[in-house]
């Protein structure tokens, strides 16, 4: 494959990429530098794609594999330093210029799912079939269904402790 011809197959499939990168990385130069590592990865491993096989498949696995290793390393550091950059939590609901909260708060809760339950529920909210995840992540389809139960009733529970909270929140500062 030559250079353009990269460049237009990595333009086809930003989208895919630019969603792996957000879901593990909120800072945004964090996520530039996962996109980069991504089309790196992609380009290194061209000559062992199987063609047999669905090239958004083949995308997804190194994206997220790249994504994960990239969080692991940056948690070890960010410990040092504040975790999120509350400037750019705000631009969650991109492209809309209102915040979308409900979408805030479920970034928010997706961010502490263990990274594999963050790669299943990105690749479930994708639409992506039982059968595309297992084989994606590497794991059987009926894995993958009961993973999904657990981690759909374990965001339930993230999403209506974090409304708790913050309607404690606001209603503290009232009083």
Not at 24 to 35: K, L, M, S
Not at 45 to 74: G, K, P, Q
Not at 83 to 93: L, R
């Amino acid at each position: 494959m030559s250079q353009d011809e990269f460049n237009s197959f990595l333009k086809r499939h930003a989208g895919l990429i630019y969603k792996v990168a957000f879901t593990y990385c909120r800072n945004p130069a964090d996520r530039e530098d996962v996109i980069q590592e991504i089309a790196i990865q992609l380009w290194k491993s061209l000559d062992r794609y199987d063609d047999r096989f669905n090239e958004t498949t083949w995308i997804y696995r190194i994206a997220i594999n790249v994504a994960i290793s990239f969080h692991r390393r940056e948690r070890r550091h960010s410990q040092l330093r504040k975790s999120i950059d509350d400037a750019s939590a705000g631009m969650i609901a991109a492209p809309s210029t209102e915040p979308n909260h409900g979408l805030e708060l479920l970034m928010h809760c997706v961010e502490d799912l263990a990274d594999m339950e963050r790669a299943l529920i990105l690749l479930y909210l994708e639409g992506t079939d039982h059968a595309t995840i297992a084989e994606i992540l590497g794991i059987s389809v009926s894995n993958v269904g009961t993973k999904l139960q657990r981690i759909k009733t374990k965001l339930g529970g993230a999403l209506k402790g974090r409304l708790k909270q913050n309607t404690g929140e606001e209603s503290n500062g009232t009083r």
